[in-house]
């Protein structure tokens, strides 16, 4: 999936999740999508790649038919760290092999909690797919 879109001139972090047929397919940390606006910041954004379906994943194959939904948030700089943290331990490929946490994930809740609170604005996009 690739998105067009304006990003406006200051720095901007983003999330994306990906539905099929009303069923999100981006349900982990790790299948979701994050990025920061480094690269197209104040521009227009020509067809950047934010999800590839993985063919050989079954929940993954598009049919004819098939309505496909991006939903794009805009996520604060401390949100986008914390899941680039929670991927980096949770990611299954770590090298060395059996290297334990780099470190503790940082949070927003207080008390010794886990976790991040946050709330942030949204926009969707679906299509029908088509051969």
Excluded: C, H
Excluded at 7 to 33: C, L, M, Q
Excluded at 35 to 50: A, I
Aim: avoid cysteine; aromatic fraction near 22%.
């Amino acid at each position: 999936m690739q998105i067009y879109a304006w990003d406006p001139p200051a720095e901007d972090f983003y999330s994306f999740e990906v539905y099929k047929n009303g069923i999100e397919i981006t349900d982990t940390v790790t299948k979701r999508g994050i990025s920061d606006d480094r690269f197209f910041n104040g521009n227009f954004t020509f067809g950047v790649p934010v999800y590839y379906f993985y063919s050989r994943y079954e929940p993954e194959y598009v049919y004819p038919g098939d309505t496909i939904t991006l939903k794009m948030g805009g996520i604060t700089k401390d949100y986008y760290n914390f899941l680039i943290e929670l991927m980096d331990q949770t990611f299954e490929y770590r090298n060395p092999l059996f290297s334990g946490p780099p470190a503790n994930i940082r949070t927003n809740i207080s008390n010794g909690g886990l976790g991040f609170f946050t709330a942030y604005s949204t926009s969707y996009s679906s299509t029908i797919y088509q051969e």
